[in-house]
């Protein structure tokens, strides 16, 4: 019996190696996922596009094949509802505050500064969401209307973004790897976004290349409140 078991042992050994080895030589297909899945927590922040624009340098991943209709989008829509209070600093959660400004309803603003959107809603109220801004350098401020609305949109980096990291992949398919997220609203002719994440708990911070980011429950919140036409005041 113990003669069996020594060469067990060793096969064991050998495919548990095989395992830990297999992430360095995986396929095209499986690359994007791996690349595009949650960074650990840090100075970063922003994940793999923000990752990317810092310096990192690309990690390697080829082109996912289009995925227009994302499947799973229902399902995931509810799971990132039922999440929605994790990984996020409870002051940025989002909740109803009184209003006094005086923007009508119905307009969204976003407080650059302070990192807050409001859906302003009648009666001197107003929905808050806690939102992720741009880096030093691509903050910006203006009024845009939301020119088109997608849910689970693919992502295809502008040429100046190209220019300035030509590592990064020219088109990603709509899905929770997608670091548009869940929904993206997009402003008037600008290359600017309100759009989701998957990576929550980067709300709160100066993370972005200019798109305000919100968690995905919050985005699919906001989608479904708002039209195309809003008006869109960013101070």
């Given at each position: 019996?113990?003669?069996?078991?020594?060469?067990?042992?060793?096969?064991?050994?050998?495919?548990?190696?095989?395992?830990?080895?297999?992430?360095?030589?995986?396929?095209?297909?499986?690359?994007?996922?791996?690349?595009?899945?949650?960074?650990?927590?840090?100075?970063?922040?922003?994940?793999?596009?923000?990752?990317?624009?810092?310096?990192?340098?690309?990690?390697?991943?080829?082109?996912?094949?289009?995925?227009?209709?994302?499947?799973?989008?229902?399902?995931?829509?509810?799971?990132?509802?039922?999440?929605?209070?994790?990984?996020?600093?409870?002051?940025?959660?989002?909740?109803?505050?009184?209003?006094?400004?005086?923007?009508?309803?119905?307009?969204?603003?976003?407080?650059?500064?302070?990192?807050?959107?409001?859906?302003?809603?009648?009666?001197?109220?107003?929905?808050?969401?806690?939102?992720?801004?741009?880096?030093?350098?691509?903050?910006?401020?203006?009024?845009?209307?939301?020119?088109?609305?997608?849910?689970?949109?693919?992502?295809?980096?502008?040429?100046?973004?190209?220019?300035?990291?030509?590592?990064?992949?020219?088109?990603?398919?709509?899905?929770?790897?997608?670091?548009?997220?869940?929904?993206?609203?997009?402003?008037?002719?600008?290359?600017?976004?309100?759009?989701?994440?998957?990576?929550?708990?980067?709300?709160?911070?100066n993370v972005s290349s200019g798109c305000i980011r919100l968690r995905n429950a919050d985005v699919i919140d906001l989608y479904s409140r708002v039209k195309v036409g809003t008006k869109v005041v960013v101070l």
């Open positions: 019996m113990q003669r069996s078991l020594f060469p067990a042992i060793i096969i064991a050994a050998s495919v548990s190696g095989a395992a830990w080895a297999g992430p360095l030589a995986l396929s095209p297909d499986e690359r994007p996922i791996l690349a595009a899945a949650p960074q650990p927590r840090g100075a970063m922040g922003g994940g793999l596009i923000e990752f990317l624009f810092s310096g990192g340098g690309s990690p390697g991943y080829a082109e996912p094949r289009p995925n227009r209709a994302y499947a799973n989008a229902p399902a995931a829509d509810q799971l990132y509802e039922q999440q929605a209070n994790r990984d996020i600093d409870p002051r940025y959660e989002r909740q109803e505050v009184a209003y006094n400004g005086k923007e009508a309803p119905g307009t969204i603003v976003i407080d650059t500064p302070n990192k807050f959107l409001f859906l302003i809603e009648p009666g001197g109220k107003a929905m808050r969401y806690g939102v992720g801004v741009g880096r030093p350098g691509f903050t910006w401020a203006g009024v845009h209307t939301i020119s088109a609305k997608k849910e689970w949109p693919d992502w295809v980096p502008p040429d100046e973004m190209l220019q300035r990291q030509p590592g990064l992949p020219h088109f990603m398919a709509g899905g929770p790897n997608n670091p548009l997220g869940a929904r993206a609203m997009y402003l008037g002719s600008t290359l600017y976004r309100i759009h989701g994440s998957n990576e929550p708990w980067t709300i709160g911070h």
